[in-house]
């Protein structure tokens, strides 16, 4: 097994089996740069670049890491994004002394997790949101339609999904305001005006674009994965009582405009490639264009925990898996491309709510209080419907290897009162 000189706990999320991009300033001050996160350190790319690291790969030359984003080195890429993460690995491994044993490049090129700040690892141009889970969709079908046709006719033959607000998506440990907007009262008066009642979290997954294709020109599926340059943790936080009032005819707006929440660390599909298995069976067969040869899913174990402000420690409320998506990724960047869109360098698609066959393996608090018709007991005996002022949410996930663990980190964020 591949071990580095850096020393990583058997339960982090960052050995060098990982080696997810990420963007970061130093703490006392500095620009922006790309850096890979490797157990408790941060190993400057840029530094990389300067001491002359990258010669003789495609990143020669192309000086794409002394960056506040990662925009750059996505659009050069797959031999690019394997150049990068193969000189990191090498300079990284415990038995190669290039970097262990040059303590004026290990001291400008390796960074204390702690003496950083990281910063939103692209500029995100454009935000995708599926419905890609079975499971879930089946459940909020039942919840609303009744159970003996939870799913709309169009859902098994097509990735449903939404052009959602670029500009709101934040980075983990950012707060999150709870938002204002027209609610429904239950006796179908005259909409009131006020804060959501029902503010709900969402356990997603989501992937940022590469190279992207020229407007008019869709990307195949075989070539799909080809354009996906990583994977990061995204909570697309939801007001479900303003959805319900306006989602009609035209979908979600002002219910998931106020903020999404996204992990720090970008997980290549390379590091994820021991982990891939086969998704949800396709019944019935997609037409020819969503026909993704091949396993498309990951195993992917998803977290999520709650602290509300009496407690002392967070409290897992549930565990899901990404191997649970009906539609993989191929599939959603394929249909998004299929009519001539164009995708761009850092954009952003997410999965959609991901849940599993389990009661607590449902990915959102409407699916897990069933509406509110079954409210959550916290540890502390505090009940949840929806989220409260003050509650501490997290998203968290890994692949589990063989004595290591190839993970996302965390996507958090505190819940605070309406403004005024």
């Not at 925009?71 to 190669?96: I, K, S």
Request: with cysteine; net charge negative; charged share 20%.
């Amino acid at each position: 097994m591949l071990r580095s000189f850096v020393e990583v706990a058997p339960d982090s999320h960052f050995p060098i089996q990982n080696l997810p991009f990420g963007v970061f300033r130093p703490r006392a001050g500095g620009p922006g740069r790309v850096g890979v996160a490797i157990g408790d350190y941060v190993l400057d790319m840029a530094a990389l670049e300067e001491a002359g690291h990258f010669r003789g790969t495609p990143l020669d030359g192309r000086a794409v890491f002394a960056r506040p984003s990662l925009n750059a080195l996505m659009a050069l890429g797959r031999p690019a994004w394997r150049a990068a993460r193969a000189v990191a690995a090498h300079l990284l491994d415990a038995n190669e002394p290039a970097l262990r044993d040059t303590p004026a490049l290990r001291e400008a090129a390796l960074w204390p997790m702690g003496a950083v700040e990281l910063l939103l690892p692209a500029e995100i141009g454009d935000y995708t949101d599926f419905y890609s889970s079975r499971f879930h969709a089946s459940n909020v079908g039942a919840m609303f339609r009744g159970g003996e046709n939870p799913l709309l006719p169009n859902w098994r033959h097509l990735p449903v999904g939404y052009h959602g607000r670029s500009s709101s998506i934040v980075l983990s440990g950012a707060a999150v305001r709870r938002p204002w907007g027209q609610l429904r009262p239950p006796d179908g008066g005259a909409p009131l005006f006020g804060p959501t009642r029902q503010l709900d979290f969402e356990l997603e997954l989501g992937f940022f674009v590469g190279p992207g294709n020229p407007l008019g020109e869709p990307v195949p599926i075989e070539r799909a994965e080809e354009q996906i340059f990583g994977l990061v943790l995204v909570n697309d936080w939801s007001a479900r009582d303003i959805q319900a009032w306006e989602y009609q005819p035209l979908g979600p707006f002002l219910a998931k405009n106020f903020c999404t929440t996204i992990s720090p660390w970008v997980v290549t599909l390379d590091a994820l490639e021991p982990f891939r298995v086969a998704g949800e069976p396709q019944e019935p067969e997609p037409l020819p264009y969503l026909r993704q040869q091949g396993p498309g899913a990951f195993d992917i174990t998803l977290d999520v925990l709650i602290q509300s402000p009496t407690m002392a420690d967070p409290a897992r409320i549930a565990r899901s898996n990404a191997r649970h998506l009906y539609w993989s990724m191929a599939q959603q960047l394929a249909h998004h491309t299929v009519g001539g869109c164009n995708l761009r360098p850092g954009d952003l698609l997410a999965s959609g709510t991901i849940s599993g066959p389990e009661r607590e393996s449902r990915g959102c608090l409407l699916e897990l209080a069933w509406r509110g018709t079954e409210p959550l007991t916290l540890p502390n005996g505090e009940t949840r419907i929806w989220l409260e002022d003050g509650d501490l949410l997290t998203l968290t996930g890994w692949a589990q290897g063989d004595g290591y663990r190839v993970g996302f980190g965390e996507a958090t964020g505190r819940v605070l009162p309406a403004q005024g």
